[in-house]
């Protein structure tokens, strides 16, 4: 089994920063994808950032160049940093992974985190 346990969201005024951290634990064979989900009240579930493979990123067009991903393998955890936040941006942000479990044959087992909210005034 795999756990993400997601921290650092909170309450910020518009032009602020947060990075929110996602820590993993568990065993897998080998990780897809790893990345940030958002979802704002009343809408889906939006990609925001990720990792593909190691180290291919796709970022969400509305949060290029504000936002970036990054991790840490050693600690197993993924890291949102957060720049210039806009009211749009609020939403709860959701840690995501795709792993292969035993082997690259595997098929894709996918978790997420609790989520943690990000809340942008304006």
């Known amino acids: 089994q795999v756990r993400l346990v997601e921290s650092g969201g909170g309450l910020v005024q518009a032009g602020g920063s947060l990075r929110l951290s996602c820590a993993t634990s568990?065993?897998?064979?080998?990780?897809?994808?790893m990345g940030w989900y958002r979802q704002a009240r009343g809408n889906q579930r939006e990609l925001v950032a990720v990792f593909i493979g190691d180290s291919r990123t796709n970022y969400a067009a509305s949060v290029k160049g504000r936002f970036t991903i990054s991790r840490d393998n050693a600690k197993n955890t993924v890291y949102l940093q957060m720049n210039s936040l806009k009211f749009e941006d609020t939403a709860v942000y959701y840690c995501?992974?795709?792993?292969?479990?035993?082997?690259?044959?595997?098929?894709?087992?996918?978790?997420w985190g609790q989520g943690t909210q990000v809340t942008v005034s304006s």
């Open positions: 995501y992974t795709g792993v292969r479990l035993r082997s690259l044959l595997s098929p894709r087992s996918e978790y």
């Open positions: 568990g065993s897998w064979f080998s990780i897809d994808s």
